[in-house]
């Protein structure tokens, strides 16, 4: 998804001043070096606000002699989330242009429901609302399975599949339409591919863990470790290449026909509980949940070829690099690092730490990923979201946008069609 034009005056927001303010600011500057220094911590609030606005007040001016006298040079770690991209990336980031190419098989007729269903959304609503619900819906129904299903070898309530299954459909629905808001309002920016791709990132971890609870493959280690990894690497490879070629390309079985066939998993698993898969077929004398994954291997192969063809031929940078001018394998050292890590930890760990808390350390392992992976695209979990709330907030004060709110002015042309393969599905 793309959007987001700040309402009103292109220009910065304004502030009311004080008089006690006007004395303050009439006084001589401070150096640069500790202007520069000063924290941000006023841009959290305007995150929840959706206004984007600045502090009303400001210190006294006492304060702020004390603070111009003695001030230290903040940590690192506190800069770099007050202003995570620097000067030059920002820059890049005004040139950026999605483009997109290819079209799945389930997508043609989908398009028609995502139209209709568009028609129902309010035009204030903004894109990155939706987006943000989605994902809000889709965590707490997995969040729900997982309670019941620690170890992923227990059986859940029936109900508790349904209602998995609901909040994917919800989610894949919203996340279909944030795009055709942001054209529909005329507020396309790439800020709104940003926190789409964000978010799908961590909703891809929720799918797979989902999806392992719906069939049980606790009872087997080996399988739930490949099909709990391999999504996160999948996800990853798609915007790597992407990074490479700069088009992000669906193939003919992408993420919807992936969201579908764990709706149905997930349906089964309603009417036949989850100890269903654990029938042994006769005569071939395999269990019925072998069938699930051997779909989880073949479109993995599938897709990872597709991949690594552009990954290795497709770079439009100066002599076959990224468009960064980067190499192309360059992208593989972080999510090698995390996938490598994993493994030695779950076969090398004396308290079988996988085994016995296999959703606790997905979860975390995805949150590392949705970090690497967020930052291809332009974390404990709260330092991700400090991460990702403090790289949207110095964006859209960079171009203006606003990110809850939507604009009937219209926003620069932020998406490029290419003339061969049109892509206006969820993603952009």
Same mark, same amino acid.
């Given at each position: 998804?793309?959007?987001?034009?700040?309402?009103?005056?292109?220009?910065?927001?304004?502030?009311?001043?004080?008089?006690?303010?006007?004395?303050? =600011? &009439?006084? /001589?500057?401070?150096? %640069? *070096?500790?202007?520069? $220094? #000063?924290?941000?911590?006023? +841009?959290?609030?305007?995150?929840?606000?959706?206004?984007?606005?600045?502090?009303?007040?400001?210190?006294?001016?006492?304060?702020?002699?004390?603070?111009?006298?003695?001030?230290?040079?903040?940590?690192?770690?506190?800069?770099? =989330? &007050?202003? /995570?991209?620097?000067? %030059? *990336?920002?820059?890049? $980031? #005004?040139?950026?242009?999605? +483009?997109?190419?290819?079209?799945?098989?389930?997508?043609?007729?989908?398009?028609?429901?995502?139209?209709?269903?568009?028609?129902?959304?309010?035009?204030?609503?903004?894109?990155?609302?939706?987006?943000?619900?989605?994902?809000a819906v889709n965590?707490?129904?997995?969040?729900?399975?997982?309670?019941?299903?620690?170890?992923?070898?227990?059986?859940?309530?029936?109900?508790?599949?349904?209602?998995?299954?609901?909040?994917?459909?919800?989610?894949?629905?919203?996340?279909?339409?944030?795009?055709?808001?942001?054209?529909?309002?005329?507020?396309?920016?790439?800020?709104?591919?940003?926190?789409?791709?964000?978010?799908?990132?961590?909703?891809?971890?929720?799918?797979?863990?989902?999806?392992?609870?719906?069939?049980?493959?606790?009872?087997?280690?080996?399988?739930?470790?490949?099909?709990?990894?391999?999504?996160?690497?999948?996800?990853?490879?798609?915007?790597?290449?992407?990074?490479?070629?700069?088009?992000?390309?669906?193939?003919?079985?992408?993420?919807?026909e992936i969201q579908?066939?764990?709706?149905?998993?997930?349906?089964?698993?309603?009417?036949?509980?989850?100890?269903?898969?654990?029938?042994?077929?006769?005569?071939?004398?395999?269990?019925?949940?072998?069938?699930?994954?051997?779909?989880?291997?073949?479109?993995?192969?599938?897709?990872?070829?597709?991949?690594?063809?552009?990954?290795?031929?497709?770079?439009?940078?100066?002599?076959?690099?990224?468009?960064?001018?980067?190499?192309?394998?360059?992208?593989?050292?972080?999510?090698?690092?995390?996938?490598?890590?994993?493994?030695?930890?779950?076969?090398?760990?004396?308290?079988?730490?996988?085994?016995?808390?296999?959703?606790?350390?997905?979860?975390?392992?995805?949150?590392?990923?949705?970090?690497?992976?967020?930052?291809?695209?332009?974390?404990?979990?709260?330092?991700?979201?400090?991460?990702?709330?403090?790289?949207?907030?110095?964006?859209s004060r960079h171009?203006?946008?606003?990110?809850?709110?939507?604009?009937?002015?219209?926003?620069?042309?932020?998406?490029?069609?290419?003339?061969?393969?049109?892509?206006?599905?969820?993603?952009?």
């Open positions: 998804m793309l959007w987001g034009r700040r309402p009103g005056d292109p220009g910065r927001p304004r502030l009311t001043t004080t008089s006690a303010q006007s004395a303050e =600011l &009439a006084r /001589p500057t401070r150096p %640069a *070096q500790a202007q520069a $220094l #000063e924290p941000l911590p006023s +841009s959290l609030p305007a995150l929840a606000a959706g206004a984007g606005c600045a502090r009303s007040q400001r210190p006294g001016p006492q304060a702020a002699m004390a603070a111009g006298a003695g001030a230290r040079p903040a940590p690192r770690w506190l800069r770099a =989330l &007050a202003e /995570p991209l620097s000067a %030059a *990336q920002l820059r890049r $980031l #005004e040139e950026h242009r999605y +483009s997109a190419a290819g079209i799945s098989l389930f997508e043609p007729p989908l398009q028609l429901y995502w139209t209709w269903l568009l028609q129902w959304v309010p035009l204030w609503i903004a894109p990155n609302s939706i987006t943000l619900l989605g994902l965590l707490l129904t997995t969040l729900v399975l997982i309670s019941y299903c620690p170890t992923i070898t227990e059986e859940a309530p029936y109900w508790t599949y349904l209602l998995c299954a609901l909040g994917l459909f919800i989610y894949q629905s919203l996340d279909a339409i944030d795009g055709k808001q942001a054209r529909r309002t005329n507020s396309c920016s790439p800020l709104g591919e940003l926190f789409d791709h964000g978010c799908d990132s961590l909703s891809t971890v929720f799918m797979a863990v989902g999806a392992s609870i719906a069939v049980r493959l606790g009872t087997h280690p080996d399988w739930l470790f490949f099909c709990s990894f391999i999504g996160m690497f999948m996800f990853y490879c798609a915007h790597w290449q992407t990074y490479v070629s700069g088009v992000l390309r669906f193939g003919k079985v992408d993420v919807t579908v066939a764990l709706m149905i998993v997930f349906v089964l698993s309603t009417f036949g509980g989850a100890t269903m898969w654990d029938y042994t077929i006769p005569v071939l004398e395999i269990k019925l949940k072998i069938f699930p994954v051997l779909g989880v291997v073949g479109g993995a192969i599938f897709s990872c070829s597709n991949y690594f063809h552009v990954i290795l031929h497709g770079g439009v940078g100066k002599n076959g690099s990224t468009i960064a001018g980067t190499s192309v394998l360059s992208p593989g050292l972080h999510i090698g690092i995390i996938i490598i890590l994993a493994i030695m930890i779950y076969k090398k760990s004396a308290t079988n730490v996988f085994e016995k808390h296999p959703c606790l350390y997905t979860l975390m392992f995805g949150c590392v990923f949705a970090k690497v992976a967020q930052k291809l695209v332009v974390i404990s979990s709260f330092d991700m979201v400090m991460y990702f709330s403090a790289l949207c907030l110095q964006i171009l203006h946008l606003n990110i809850f709110k939507t604009s009937c002015h219209q926003a620069p042309e932020q998406v490029q069609v290419l003339p061969s393969k049109n892509h206006q599905n969820n993603t952009d």
